[in-house]
């Protein structure tokens, strides 16, 4: 077998009459930008999420980044992020200009910390941003807590689409929920975009501006804005996915227990506590740091493609060096971490294959 980390082509493929449908109506209406399919995809994607506004733009970081600058974070401002996380969380901070403020992970989970959050506030705290990581639940609770602080918070979801907590959806407790459609997203797009979740009128309106140049008239601009603009056929593509959304995250589901049932008692592997409600985005396993790029060759060679997400925290990557931070929890997860293949038209017979390959690897790494 081959086996792609997640095979973009034959999910595609199954819906690819769709595709091509969408294509041709963009062809033919000639709404590139600005259309109404964006506004319906917006009304569609906010009733998904039980929330009251999404507003799409054009990427998953400028999601982020524009809720930063909207919710009035700005020069001197500190705003708390877990360290192993994409570096987009980092930068969106930056470019809002803020401070990012890294701290350390709980060990069983791999999400950001209480303990440390709670170490890390002080009185240039603006705002908090939980990460999602790998669609599995940061507590609701804990939000609820920063956010009783007075702390904005803003949730980082780019892995975590109908992600929810208790039943609870993100965006419950926050200002907003940040989205990405990267193609490899469980919700992706044919190329790149984003979306801000929120139910508050004032914020939703102001990212409304900032994303099109502080635009309020066609030739009237309220505020110094951006040009991140979602385009009309990702927002047609999206739209067709989005009709998939809920029997794709059922999917993973499924496959993750799978691999769960199977892997979960083997001795080499160290599973992670996942939220009941997680919707897996990723498939993360944790191995001996000392066999981890020994067992990827050994799986490739049977046609297993892995990934590791991510083999260094950010406050570890030279650009983020004037906010260097030791988080030994996260920079130890980040060199045992392996991801395995996920996706929503996995065979059954595709994940036996995966898990008893894994297994007779890590036999094999042990003579």
Request: proline share 3%; hydrophobic share 40%; net charge negative.
């Amino acid at each position: 077998m081959n086996i792609d980390l997640i095979n973009l082509g034959r999910l595609h493929d199954s819906i690819k009459d769709e595709l091509f449908q969408a294509f041709s109506e963009t062809l033919k209406n000639a709404d590139f930008v600005g259309s109404n399919v964006i506004l319906e995809f917006e009304n569609e994607l906010a009733k998904i999420h039980s929330r009251k506004f999404a507003i799409t733009c054009g990427s998953g970081t400028d999601a982020l980044t524009l809720s930063l600058i909207a919710s009035g974070v700005t020069k001197g401002d500190e705003v708390i992020l877990p360290a192993n996380t994409f570096v987009a969380t980092a930068e969106a901070i930056i470019h809002a200009g803020g401070k990012p403020v890294f701290v350390d992970v709980n060990d069983e989970n791999l999400l950001i910390s209480e303990e440390h959050v709670k170490a890390a506030i002080t009185e240039k705290t603006r705002a908090i941003i939980p990460v999602h990581l790998f669609g599995n639940m940061v507590s609701f609770n804990l939000i609820k807590e920063w956010k009783a602080l007075g702390l904005t918070i803003i949730e980082d979801a780019a892995q975590a689409h109908l992600g929810k907590w208790h039943d609870k959806s993100i965006g419950e407790n926050s200002l907003s929920a940040c989205l990405s459609f990267y193609p490899a997203k469980n919700l992706g797009a044919l190329g790149d975009g984003g979306a801000v979740l929120t139910d508050n009128l004032d914020f939703a309106r102001k990212i409304q501006l900032l994303r099109d140049h502080g635009r309020n008239s066609w030739h009237g601009h309220e505020l110094v804005g951006f040009c991140s603009r979602l385009d009309s056929l990702q927002a047609r593509f999206l739209s067709i996915k989005l009709r998939y959304l809920e029997q794709w995250t059922e999917k993973r589901r499924e496959i993750a227990s799978m691999y769960h049932s199977r892997l979960n008692d083997i001795e080499d592997i160290k599973s992670i506590h996942w939220e009941s409600d997680a919707v897996y985005h990723l498939f993360v396993v944790r191995v001996d740091p000392e066999i981890r790029n020994q067992l990827r060759e050994l799986l490739g060679l049977r046609g297993i493609q892995t990934g590791i997400h991510y083999p260094l925290t950010i406050p570890e990557q030279e650009a983020f060096s004037p906010w260097k931070t030791i988080c030994p929890i996260a920079k130890k997860a980040s060199r045992e971490i392996l991801s395995l293949p996920l996706d929503p038209l996995m065979t059954h017979e595709e994940v036996d294959y995966i898990c008893n390959v894994l297994i007779e690897s890590l036999n094999d790494l042990k003579v």
